[in-house]
C-alpha cells in the first residue's frame, strides 16, 4: 500500500536565500542590487566560505548591514568576537573587500547611534526592528581595509 505524503508549507531551508543569490548574480540583479548584496566571509572555526544577502545601506565610510531576528541566525556571530573580520561584498556586480564587524552599543554608543539613524534614514521602516531591543538585531559595519 502506498502512504500519502503531505506536501511541505515552507520549502527548504536557504532555498530563499539560494534564488536571491542567483538574481544577484544574473543578468537581472538590478531588481534587488540597489538595497540587496551578497556577504561573502570565512567561518573561524570551519574554514568554509559562506555567503548570504543582505540588505545595506551604503556611507560615506561602508557599508551598515541589519541583522534582524540575530537569534534566528547564526552566519552574522562570526563577526561578533570584536575582531574586523575579512569581507567581500558583491554590491551591483562589483566585488568589495574589507573587513566588517558587528558594533557593540555599550562599547561605541556614539558609532552605534551613527549608524543606526543612516539606516533608518534609507529604510524607515526598519524602525519595526530597531525600536526592539538592541538584543534582538545587530548592526554589523563594514569598512575598507
Not at 542567483?22 to 559562506?50: D, E, N
Amino acid at each position: 500500500m502506498l502512504s500519502h505524503v503531505q506536501p511541505t508549507s515552507t520549502p527548504p531551508k536557504g532555498f530563499g536565500n539560494r534564488i536571491v543569490a542567483g538574481l544577484l548574480r544574473s543578468r537581472f540583479h538590478a531588481l534587488l542590487s540597489p538595497t540587496v548584496a551578497l556577504i561573502s566571509f570565512t567561518g573561524p572555526v570551519s574554514g568554509k566560505q559562506h555567503t548570504t544577502p543582505v540588505q545595506y545601506v551604503h556611507t560615506e565610510t561602508g557599508w551598515v548591514i541589519l541583522v534582524a531576528d540575530c537569534h534566528e541566525k547564526v552566519w552574522w556571530k562570526t563577526f561578533e568576537s570584536g575582531v574586523n573580520v575579512g569581507v567581500e561584498l558583491f554590491v551591483r556586480r562589483q566585488a568589495w573587500v574589507g573587513t566588517g564587524r558587528v558594533v557593540d552599543p555599550a562599547r561605541e554608543p556614539e558609532l552605534f547611534r551613527q549608524l543606526r539613524a543612516l539606516y533608518l534614514a534609507r529604510f524607515p521602516r526598519a524602525n519595526l526592528v530597531l525600536d526592539q531591543p538592541v538584543g534582538t538585531y545587530r548592526l554589523l559595519y563594514c569598512t575598507g581595509r
